[in-house]
C-alpha cells in the first residue's frame, strides 16, 4: 500500500515541478502577499486630509486649527475662503475633512456665549469617516474646555444659566460642532463596500474565465488547428473574449441589481456612465485573463497565475485598505492596478453621484491600461507552437 | 510536371536534438506521397513545419507555390491539415466542427453549409451529424477529421497518422477516400508508420532519425533500393528456430517474423537457399515452406535502417 | 469579420452544453456579492467589555452608565482582576474596563482616580475605534464631573478628575501587520488544501488518467492519499516560510508554542483537503474546480473567517454561515497562538469544531469519490 501511495506523490511532484511557473508561484506568492500585508495594508487612519474655510480670521480660531494640524491624525490641505469650494474638494476626495469657522467665532469665545462650528464628513468610507469624526470630537472637547477655563476662571459663577448648560450637557461645552455628513449620511460602512465587492466579484469572474481559454484549447490540441487555418490572430483572441464580454456584462447587470435593490445602496450617478466604466474595466480584465492564457501552455498554469496576481490586487486596489495609508513606493505600483481605477469610479458614481469630468482621469487610465494588456497579448500570442 | 511541395535542406533542431535533418525532397501535384518511419523519426516534426506552425531552424521550402518562410499565412489558406489529435472539440457535434471549420476558411455562412454538407455525405458521416464528437468511435472520429481537413476543398492536405489506431476495414475506407481527393486534383502528403500502406502511395519518402533515406516509387523502392533478397521461411519450431537462425551468420543478414513466417534477409537467394536447408534439418527443424519471397515495403525499411545504423 | 463570428458561435456552443457551469458563473457572483455584502463591516457594535468595579460607587456607577448606554459597549461584570485577564485571553472580551477600589474618594479629594483599560490589541482596527470612542467618553464624563465638583466647592476646578491609559494588549503599537499576517497563514493553506488539490484531481479527470486508476490495483484511499500527500508537505513549508518571514522581517511576535501551532496547522490543512476532495467531486473541468474552490471556499474564507472583519460584527446569519468555514477556528487558533500565547486549553474548542467539520467533508467527499470512479 505504502508503496503505491508514494508512487502517485512522486508523479505528483513530477507534474508540479514539470510545470516551471507553478511551484515558484506557490512559494513566491504567499510571501508576496505577506510583504503587502504587511507594509500596504493598514486599517489604522493618520493624516486624514482637511480644509479649512476660516470666515472669522481670529486668533482662536487658529488655535483650534493648529490643535487639529497639531494631533497627528489630521493633516492640513488646504485653506479656502470660501465653504462652497469646499464640496468640490470633498468629491474629487482630495479632502475627507472639511471645517468651517463661522464669522463671529472669536467673539462668540471672548463673550463665553455658544460658538458653533461645522464639520463636514466625506463618509463614503464610513470607517475612516468614523474613526475621523472620534478624533474630530476629542480635539474639539479639549479645545472647547480648555477655552472655557482659560476664559472664565475668575468669573465663576455656579449659577450662570448658560454655564450650567454647557457644562453639565458635557458636550464640547463652548463649542457646539454642527457635523455634516457627505455622502453617507448613516454611516454605513456598508455603503462604502458593497460597490467595492461588486467590482472584485466582476474582476475575479472575469479574469479566471478568460485565464483558461486560450490554454484550454492549448491543452487538447485543438489550438494547432486553429492556428493552421487562415485565422488571423487578432480574429482568433476577439472571437475567443466576446462570449466573456457577455458573461462579464451579464454579471455585472445582476451584481448591480442585487446591490440596488437588495442593499438599498444609495445610487445617485448615471447608470449609463456606469456601464461605459464597466465595459472599460471588462477591457482590463479580460485582457489580463487573455495574457496569462496566451503565456500559458497549460489551463492550471493559467488560472494559477491569474489568480496570484489577483490577490495582491484585492489588498492593494484600495478596497478595505486605503491607498493613502501606504507606503509611498506602494501607492505607484497601485497605479497599475484597474480595479484601483474601477472602485473611484463606483464609488463616486453610487455615493457621491459624481459625474464624467470628475472621473475623466480614471476612465483614460483603464482605457489605457485595457488596451496595453490586449495589445500586449496579441504580439505575445504567435499563430505558431512553441 | 508542378511541384506543389518542395523543401530544400530543411532542418529543426530542439536544443541538442536534431528532429528533422536537411530534408530534401519534391512533391508533384495530384500525387499522394507517403512519408514513413518509425515513431519518433520527425514525421510530424516535418509536418508541423510544412504547415507553418513550426518554425524551421534552418532551411526552407515551398508549398503551393509560396515560399514558407515569407509567406507562411498565404500558405495556410490553401491547405488542409489534419493532426495527430484530429483538432476535434469533444463537446461539439459532428455537424457543428465542420461548420465551424468550413467557416473559417471559406468566411461565407452560406457556402460552408453546402461544403460542409458536400463533405458530409461523401465521408459517410450523415447519420451521425448531431452526435457529439466525445460519443464517436476512434473510426468515425477519423473519418469526421479528414472531412474537417477537407471541408473547404484544399489543393494541398497534409494528414498526419490518419489511419492511426483504426481497423483493417475502415482504414480500406479511408484510403478510397484518399485515393479519391487524389483523383480529384488533391497532393496529399501523409505520414504514417504503417509500412504496408505505403503500397497505396504514389510516392514514398522513408525518414530515419530524422534523415531522409530513400525517396522513390513503391515498385522502385522494392526492386533498386534493396540490396539484399529475401526468403521465406516457415519452419517448426518457431521460436527455437528463429533465436538459431538469428545467431547463425552468413548467409543470413537479418531476421524478422512475418505472421506466422520468417523472413530472412540474404544476399543471393539462390545460394542461400540450400545453405538454410541444410542446417535447419540437420538440427531437427521440420521446414515447412522455404523460398525466395518479393520484399514487402517494411522488409525495404528494416534493411535500410539496418545500414544507417551501420554508418552512424 | 466572417471568422470572429465563426469562433464565437463556437465558444457560445461550447458554453450551451455545460449549462451547470453557466449557471454557476453567472448566479455564484450574485450569491457572494450577498454574502459577502453583509458581512463586510466596519462598524462596531456591542463590544464586549469585560468589567470589575471595585469600587461600586455613585461616580463609577455613573460612568460605567454613560459608556454602556452609548450601545458601543456591552459589559460582562466579572469579579476580579484575574477574570478581566481571562475573559481576554479567551476573545470572550475585546476589552475590560477596571475601576479600582477608592476611585470616588480620589476624586472627593480632588485627587486623580484612575481607571485601567485593557484593550486587545490585536484586531488593530476594532482596537482603534474602542480606544478613540472611549477616549471621547471618558473627556466628555471626567468633563462632567468636574463640573460638579465646582459646583461643590463654588469654584471652577481644574485638572482632570479621571485619568486612564489605555494598554492595548498582544499587538501594543496596533500594528496591522501583526493582526493581518497570522490570517495569512490561514488563507495559503486554503489555496494549496482545496485550490490546488482540486485542480489537481480535476486535471486527471480531464485528461482521461482517471481512468488508469480505475483499472490499476490501486484503491480509492490509497489514490486520495497519494494525491493530496504532496500538498501537506508543500503547505507545511509555506507555513514555515511566511512564520520565518513574519518574524524575521516584520517583527511578527511569537508567544505561543511552535509545536502546537503546527500540530494544530496539520489538523486544520487536513481538515480542509476534504473540502478540495469534494469540489473536484463536482466539477467536470478544470475551470470548473478553480472557480468553484475559489468562490465557494476561498473568498469565503477571506471574508467571512474573521481575517480582516470581526466575526462578531456580522449580522447574525452570516455568523451562522461562518460556522462551516474551517478557516475561522483557525484563525482564532492562530492570533491565539502567535499573538496571545495560548495554550491547548484555551483553543480546544475550536479543535474540535475543526475535526468534527474535516471529518465530516473528507467521509462525503470520499463517498462521492469512490462513486465517480466506480
Sequence with gaps: ?????????????????????????????????????????????????????????????????????????????????????????????????????????????????????????????????????????????????????????????????????????????????????????????????????????????????????????????????????????????????????????????????????????????????????????????????????????????AMITAFFALLPSMILSGFIFPIENMPRAVQYLTYLIPIRYFLVIVRGIFLKGVGFSVLKGQFIALFILGFSFLLVSLSLFRKRLS | MMYTIETEELTKRFGDLVAVDNLTLRVKEGEIFGFLGPNGAGKTTTVRMLVGILTPSSGNARVGGYDLLKETERIKEIIGYMSQHFGLYEDLTVWENLTFYARLYLKDKRKSTLAANEVMERFGLDFYRDHLVRNLSGGWRQRLGLACAMVHKPKIAFLDEPTAGIDPVTRRVIWDMLYELAQGGTTLFVTTHYMEEAEHCNTIGFIWQGRLIACAQPSEVKERIMGEEVVRLRVEPFFPAFEFLKEMGEPIRDVNSYGDAIHLMVKDAKEALPVIERELNSRGFSIKELTKANPTIEDVFVYLSRKELKKG | MERIAALTVKELKHIRRDPRSLIMVLFFPMLMLILFAYAITFDIREVPTALFDADRSAESRGLILSLSSSGYFRMIPVGSYRATEEKLNSGEAWAALIIPAGFARKIDRGETGSIQILVDGSDSNTASQVVAYLKGALIRYSGKLLFKKSLREGRLMNGSPISFRPRLWYNPDLKSPNFLIPGLIGLIMMVIGVMLTSLSIAREEEDGTLEGIRVSPISSLEFIVGKLLPYILIAIAELVLILIAGITIFDLPFRGSFSLLFLLSLIFFVSILGMGLLISTIARTQQMAWLLSLLLTFLPSLILSGFIFPIRNMPYFVQLITYLLPARYFIVILRGIILKGVGFSQLKMQVVYLVVLGSTFMVASILRFKKKIA
Excluded: C
Excluded at chain 1, 476660516?54 to 486668533?59: E, I, K, R
Excluded at chain 1, 494547432?224 to 487555418?229: P, Y
Design chain 1, 1 to 301: 500500500m505504502f508503496s503505491r501511495i508514494f508512487a502517485m506523490v512522486r508523479k505528483e511532484f513530477r507534474q508540479l515541478s514539470r510545470d516551471r511557473r507553478i511551484l515558484p508561484i506557490v512559494i513566491v506568492a504567499p510571501l508576496l502577499q505577506l510583504f503587502l500585508l504587511g507594509y500596504a495594508a493598514n486599517l489604522d487612519i493618520r493624516h486624514i486630509p482637511f480644509a479649512v474655510a476660516d470666515y472669522s480670521q481670529s486668533a482662536e480660531a487658529r488655535e483650534l486649527i493648529r490643535e487639529f494640524a497639531r494631533s497627528g491624525y489630521f493633516d492640513l490641505v488646504m485653506e479656502v475662503d470660501d465653504m462652497r469650494k469646499l464640496d468640490p474638494l470633498i468629491a474629487r476626495g482630495e479632502v475627507r475633512v472639511g471645517l468651517v469657522i463661522p464669522a463671529n467665532f472669536g467673539a462668540h469665545i471672548g463673550r463665553k456665549s455658544r460658538a458653533s462650528l461645522a464639520l463636514i464628513l466625506d463618509a463614503a468610507d464610513a470607517n475612516t469617516a468614523r474613526i475621523a469624526l472620534g478624533y474630530a470630537s476629542v480635539i474639539v472637547e479639549r479645545f472647547s474646555r480648555r477655552m472655557i477655563i482659560a476664559t472664565l476662571n475668575e468669573r465663576f459663577n455656579p449659577y450662570s444659566l448658560n454655564l450650567r448648560r454647557m457644562m453639565e450637557e458635557g458636550e464640547g461645552g463652548i463649542l457646539d460642532p454642527r457635523i455634516r455628513v457627505f455622502y453617507n449620511p448613516e454611516m454605513k460602512s456598508r455603503n462604502f463596500f458593497v460597490p467595492g465587492v461588486i467590482a472584485l466579484i466582476l474582476m475575479v469572474m472575469t479574469t479566471i474565465l478568460t485565464a483558461a481559454s486560450i490554454a484550454k484549447e492549448k491543452e487538447a490540441g485543438t489550438l494547432e488547428q486553429l492556428i493552421v487555418s487562415p485565422i488571423k490572430k487578432r480574429e482568433l483572441l476577439i472571437g475567443k473574449l466576446i462570449p466573456y464580454v457577455i458573461i462579464g456584462f451579464i454579471d455585472a447587470g445582476l451584481v448591480l441589481f442585487v446591490g440596488i435593490y437588495w442593499f438599498k445602496v444609495p445610487f445617485r450617478g448615471s447608470i449609463l456612465l456606469l456601464f461605459f466604466g464597466a465595459a472599460l474595466f471588462l477591457m482590463s480584465t479580460l485582457g489580463m485573463g487573455l495574457l496569462f492564457s496566451v503565456i500559458s501552455r497549460r489551463q492550471q498554469q
